[in-house]
């Protein structure tokens, strides 16, 4: 029932920020900061929620056999327009299973993302293209990688914001051949607090 719920938040929050981009157009570029030319650095810590597994595994029992881990993102942005960046992010999870293994996730993205600010509130969307190194118990795979979602930051300094954000992480594990059975679409919910530094 809770991931229900943070599925249905992160729905929410995706939908009603670029609706929310319109409204927060106070100083379009933020102080300068959301300029052509800017650049960030964002670090952000949480927890990484896992949310179901398609199609699910025919072994009976809990429909999801990963607990509740924690994340990492360290990420960069240029403005190529007043607003609109790109950049890229590398990014690190850690969740236990049931069964008590550890499954590791290391994605490498390119990132996108769309960024507005009203008074010292500033906030984006955005989303990630990538691969992801995953080890199940010293057993490794490269599979793609995408995210989307957004976050807000309260502004602390002229260059620093703290705050949080919100990612939807999908994760296909795409097998071939004989082990195609074992093909898998991994769903995550990031939720995280962090720093935005401008420059």
Known sequence: MKKSFALIGLIALVSVLPLAAQDLQENPYFGGLHKKGSQLIEINVGAGIPLFIVPASPTPGDPNPLD??????????YFIGNNFTIGGALSGAYNGTIGGR???MAPLSFRTGYWFGKGSIEASVGGDVGFVIMRL?????ISPFAKAGGGAYFQVTDAWSLGGQVYWWLIPEIHFGTEA????????????LGAVYHF
Do not use: D, K, M, P
């Open 181 to 192: 059975a074992y093909t898998r679409y991994g769903n995550f919910l990031e939720l995280s």
């Open 102 to 104: 550890n499954l590791f």
């Open 68 to 77: 509740i881990g924690a994340s990492l993102n360290i990420g960069y942005q």
């Open 137 to 141: 118990s010293g057993n490794g795979v």
